[in-house]
């Protein structure tokens, strides 16, 4: 494999703008989007927003602007900016903690979503961990990540005509992808033996940087491999079950190895989900191999691991058969001075059958944690069976609540207004709450003027994508109704974007079709619903859901008033939480873990109205946004799903559709303002990305950093 990055040139004076192009770190610099939207306007937007791929685009274009003054400046500008960030020399990890520096925490995840032009990501889970590496890159905390580079991404979804999620692949392009094969000393390509019973494979490893993060992704798509290894890395979440233990092999176990062959200086490893456990089983048989006794190699792997569970829903845990867990393992347990018997002991949970991967990431592991203060609550309920002992709220599970990451999600020229009217500082001290509360300052109509604004440009974009399809003979003209081309911007828009599954209850809204009908129809106060989410590629289940709205958005009785977006990502995500008026969320409480995207909306002054599940738990406070239903969800014997329905319309009809179209003399809805700006000063301090992280470091990272194992070194 030759390095891409090798194959092709830009002129000398401006040869940084590869190494600008390789880091990803210009995704949350608006200044180096700028620069290389300068480069060519309409490249940017053919290419996805692609540095890589605009730059090879862009020869041409590239010899003028070398001579042009006025783009030189703005570049050198950009590059020192840049070489400032990356030197790194007063970042808040290395003013509090410099004494860690040379020791690194080894983030591992099956996803990372991090842009648009590196699909290998699905959703929540993924994007959550690309704001972590962004954050700890902004804070200078030595994070490496581990994970999965998948040829094929994950699926993307088109809808037929009759409503039903097509899956499609498309193969990633190395030459234009911002990545690249790692390298090692001797200038061959980084290659992994990986050999465990009945698995023998090499793996490959490729390389992403994030600002002063790294990550490092596997993949199996190498020569030599046998046809079925070589789909192992194929795709994110494809495949059976057996599929499935190999991936997740690979990642935990193969991960801890290429650290080890890397010579990386970790000392604390970090599971996000559980699909990664297996390194916590490695680190174990390592120590062993030491000569360790079982309860202090134990009591080393505890002392370094953090594990985060992302989900109580059932099926969202990986189980494996004990059989076929078994074929991978017998050499290993053998090598750990284990029976058989004792060595599956390690993936039970109590009276359940099978392999379980998050019972055995919750043993090894000696920090652990989930992802909302509700879900801690629920999580020790659904775990206390490993501590049968202890009673519930003892069960050491803490919480930290999820944020994003405030630089990749505000929107542009909010961002702007934030920065007039905060303080230039805003971004660094991002989770002090007195900064917020001058939020009061920005003017109502200045703040209603820019939300205005994203609206339009979020409306534009759905036109812009359905006159596409309309363009290339591939819409029927109620598809492109259906694809939003009849949104009105001045009326009141809500959104609900995330993945189609049974609990998050998408067609909740659509229950009482005549009451919603008349709400979509009123001729003065009219309300319109955007959705837009991915089933899993075997779900049938949520793809009939989807199939259920995408009819009732072809239907002319609705007035083109219920849209759904296609092939919900990052890209469409961002439009979403910028420029739709309200968020809506209503899953089965408590099965909500946390919910990240109703925060992106949050900060960018878009309240929610959602279900006192998950972060709302937290995040709501009687002014900033509207709750259905009551906290913990409902009683017992109620039917939920009517109750919770009935309670959205009566929210609706009382109190957001006659706030937001209570207008003062100059047009602006003052009394919804307060709204936004309340939502604001409450959500951003809270649910940020510095917050969570800082959490994760002083809760976890630190005291595993301080203990005796790290100290000797792995
Ligand atoms: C933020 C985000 C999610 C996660 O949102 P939830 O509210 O947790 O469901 C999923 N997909 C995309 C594309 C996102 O941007």
């Given at each position: 494999m030759t390095d891409p990055y090798q194959q092709w040139q830009v002129p000398a004076r401006l040869s940084r703008l590869k190494d600008l192009a390789y880091n990803l770190w210009w995704c949350w610099h608006p200044e180096a989007r700028a620069l290389f939207k300068e480069i060519d306007r309409s490249l940017w937007a053919t290419t996805h927003h692609n540095p890589v791929y605009l730059l090879q685009q862009a020869q041409g274009r590239l010899q003028e602007l070398s001579k042009d003054e006025g783009f030189l400046s703005r570049y050198d500008q950009l590059v020192s900016i840049f070489d400032e960030y990356l030197a790194a020399e007063k970042t808040w990890f290395k003013q509090r903690h410099s004494d860690f520096?040379?020791?690194?925490?080894?983030?591992?995840?099956?996803e990372f979503g991090v842009h648009n032009s590196l699909r290998i990501y699905s959703g929540g889970l993924g994007i959550l961990a690309g704001d972590h590496c962004k954050t700890a890159s902004d804070l200078g905390v030595p994070l490496i990540g581990v994970g999965f580079m998948y040829p094929q991404g994950y699926v993307q979804q088109k809808i037929s005509v009759d409503g039903w999620q097509q899956n499609v692949y498309d193969q990633i392009d190395w030459s234009v992808s911002p990545v690249r094969p790692l390298i090692g000393k001797d200038g061959e390509r980084v290659m992994l033996d990986l050999s465990l019973d009945a698995l023998k494979l090499k793996v490959a490893v490729w390389e992403v940087v994030l600002g002063r993060v790294r990550l490092y992704l596997m993949d199996t798509n190498v020569e030599g491999n046998s046809p079925a290894d070589r789909e192992i890395s194929g795709?994110?979440?494809?495949?059976?079950?057996?599929?499935?233990?190999?991936?997740?092999?690979?990642?935990?176990?193969?991960?801890?190895?290429?650290?080890?062959q890397l010579k990386v200086p970790a000392a604390v490893y970090h599971a996000n989900e559980g699909h990664s456990s297996f390194l916590f089983l490695e680190l174990l048989r390592e120590r062993l191999a030491t000569g360790l006794s079982l309860e202090n190699a134990r009591r080393e792997v505890a002392d370094s691991g953090v594990f985060t569970t992302h989900t109580p829903v059932e099926a969202g845990h990986d189980v494996f058969d004990e059989h076929m867990v078994s074929e991978y393992f017998k050499s290993y347990w053998l090598a750990m001075n284990l029976t058989q018997e004792k060595f599956l002991e390690l993936g039970r949970a109590p009276n359940a059958a099978g392999w379980n991967m998050t019972a055995l990431a919750l043993k090894l592991a000696g920090r652990r944690n989930a992802v909302s203060r509700r879900h801690g609550q629920v999580s020790r309920r659904m775990w206390q069976k490993l501590w049968p002992s202890t009673p519930e709220e003892q069960v050491p599970i803490a919480?930290?609540?999820?944020?994003?990451?405030?630089?990749?999600w505000t929107q542009q020229e909010l961002g702007w207004t934030y920065t007039r009217y905060l303080g230039e500082d805003w971004w660094d001290n991002q989770d002090d709450p007195a900064l917020w509360s001058r939020i009061g300052a920005v003017p109502d109509e200045e703040l209603w003027r820019v939300h205005t604004r994203c609206k339009e440009d979020f409306l534009k974009m759905l036109r812009s994508r359905a006159r596409e399809r309309w363009m290339a003979g591939l819409a029927e003209p109620s598809q492109v109704m259906a694809q939003g081309a009849l949104l009105d911007p001045s009326s009141l828009t809500i959104g609900f974007a995330r993945r189609f599954a049974g609990y998050k209850r998408a067609t909740l809204i659509l229950r009482d079709r005549e009451r919603l009908k008349r709400l979509l129809r009123d001729p003065w106060r009219p309300i319109q619903l955007v959705f837009a989410g991915k089933a899993h590629p075997a779900d049938d289940g949520g793809k009939a859901l989807i199939q259920e709205v995408y009819r009732m958005a072809k239907d002319p009785a609705f007035g083109g008033r219920v849209v759904f977006v296609e092939d919900y990502d990052m890209h469409v995500a961002r439009y979403l939480v910028h420029g739709c008026d309200v968020w809506l969320n209503n899953p089965l409480a408590p099965l909500e873990a946390c919910g990240t995207s109703g925060m992106k909306a949050a900060i960018n002054g878009v309240p929610n109205l959602s279900i006192l599940d998950g972060w709302w738990e937290e995040g709501y406070n009687g002014s900033n946004g509207w709750a259905v239903g009551q906290a913990g969800g409902r009683r017992e014997g109620e039917n939920a799903d009517d109750a919770d329905a009935a309670d959205i319309y009566g929210i609706l009809e009382k109190k957001i559709i006659p706030l937001y179209y209570d207008r003062g003399p100059d047009g602006a809805p003052h009394g919804w303002v307060k709204v936004m700006k309340e939502s604001i000063r409450s959500a951003a301090p809270r649910f940020c990305g510095n917050r969570m992280l800082k959490e994760y470091v002083d809760q976890f990272y630190l005291p595993a950093l301080a203990s005796p194992v790290a100290a000797r070194g792995r």
């Open positions: 520096s040379g020791k690194a925490i080894a983030y591992f995840s099956a795709r994110l979440y494809g495949g059976d079950r057996a599929m499935r233990l190999r991936q997740e092999i690979v990642l935990g176990i193969g991960g801890i190895r290429l650290l080890r919480h930290v609540t999820n944020g994003v990451h405030l630089a990749t």
